[in-house]
């Protein structure tokens, strides 16, 4: 199965070429752009209820992506997990085929890293303990989960792209400005899924020019 089009050079091949939903996912908001979001959490709902959806969607990293709705993808693809198993996988890397936990572990490892830092038997197991603890994590518990991760995503913010990193790269004023943000801007890093937590280091970086 190709799960990204960076790995997909051989299209007259027969195969699953999962990455090929996001058209599907890209069409909804051309047929009904007013309610295409309303549309896309609807077909995502349909299609976790199969293999390839599920594992479509835990890979994807489509936004929203709160704890709760990670939570969900993340469980989704436990179910069907013993069928997936039999799978061989190309993610981002040419002419390497992973298994389940090896594509899981590369795309998804920061979910297990964040809710199940003590490890566990099994990479099928600690996702199953990561899900369940982000499934019922409050707002308090994401922040938490955020600044225990905050020192190990801090490295791949790029200074040269900031221009107050005295502010935005303090721990202790990180934690007060996720005070400060409405549900929605918690929402999208509450799963603390690194690229979202900088992506939001950034926007309040460029927020603080127009103060």
Not at 168 to 179: I, K
Request: with cysteine; aromatic share 10%.
């Amino acid at each position: 199965m190709f799960t990204h089009n960076v790995v997909d050079f051989q299209d007259h091949l027969p195969a699953w070429r999962l990455y090929m939903v996001s058209e599907v996912m890209m069409s909804l908001y051309d047929v009904d752009k007013k309610n295409h979001r309303h549309l896309s959490q609807l077909y995502e709902v349909t299609f976790r209820e199969t293999a390839w959806g599920a594992l479509y969607f835990a890979l994807s990293g489509n936004a929203p992506e709160s704890a709760e709705r990670t939570a969900l993808r993340l469980q989704a693809v436990l179910r069907f997990w013993d069928s997936l198993q039999h799978g061989r996988y190309l993610h981002q890397s040419l002419n390497r085929f992973m298994t389940l936990e090896e594509l899981m572990t590369d795309a998804c490892g920061w979910a297990m890293n964040t809710w199940c830092p003590e490890g566990g038997a099994s990479v099928r197991s600690r996702f199953a303990v990561a899900s369940e603890r982000m499934a019922r994590a409050t707002r308090e518990d994401c922040i938490e989960a955020i600044m225990r991760q905050f020192p190990r995503i801090l490295p791949f913010a790029d200074r040269n792209h900031l221009n107050h990193p005295e502010v935005v790269m303090d721990s202790s004023a990180w934690r007060e400005h996720l005070a400060t943000l409405d549900t929605a801007e918690f929402d999208r890093i509450s799963a603390v899924r690194p690229g979202a937590v900088l992506q939001r280091l950034y926007i309040w970086d460029r927020q603080l020019d127009l103060q």
